[in-house]
């Protein structure tokens, strides 16, 4: 099992910015694709943005070019920065993770098998 923390939800004004950060293990973090999905039940989770073990980054086109998503393997830990935030990316964000060694896109996020309890963002106008 591994575990996955997240924190640094919270509120945020439109066009604001926010910054997510997910605890993991020393082994996740170095060698485990790390991903960002958010949920607003019920509606199905979607996926956000990946961070393959090569250290290659993808993002849903929804937020490309606002989210950011990076690692600080030092502190076993990775972040997803939100800027630009719009009412839209109002949700519960869960950060994942999961061995995938032939790398990862966003696209394989929802099927990562390690995930936390998840962080609420909210966006006020």
């Known amino acids: 099992q591994v575990q996955m923390m997240e924190s640094g939800g919270g509120s945020v004004q439109v066009g604001g910015s926010l910054r997510l950060s997910c605890a993991t293990s020393?082994?996740?973090?170095?060698?485990?694709?790390l991903g960002w999905f958010r949920q607003v039940p019920p509606k199905a989770q979607e996926a956000v943005a990946a961070?393959?073990?090569?250290?290659?980054?993808t993002y849903a086109d929804s937020v490309k070019g606002r989210f950011t998503i990076s690692k600080d393997k030092s502190a076993n830990t990775f972040f997803l920065q939100m800027n630009n935030v719009t009412p839209e990316d109002a949700a519960i964000y869960h950060c994942?993770?999961?061995?995938?060694?032939?790398?990862?896109?966003?696209?394989?996020?929802?099927?990562?098998?390690?995930y936390g309890q998840g962080t609420q963002v909210s966006v006020s106008s």
């Open positions: 994942a993770a999961d061995y995938r060694p032939s790398g990862c896109t966003w696209h394989d996020v929802n099927s990562l098998a390690y």
């Open positions: 020393e082994y996740a973090i170095s060698n485990y694709c």
């Open positions: 961070l393959d073990s090569r250290g290659r980054t």
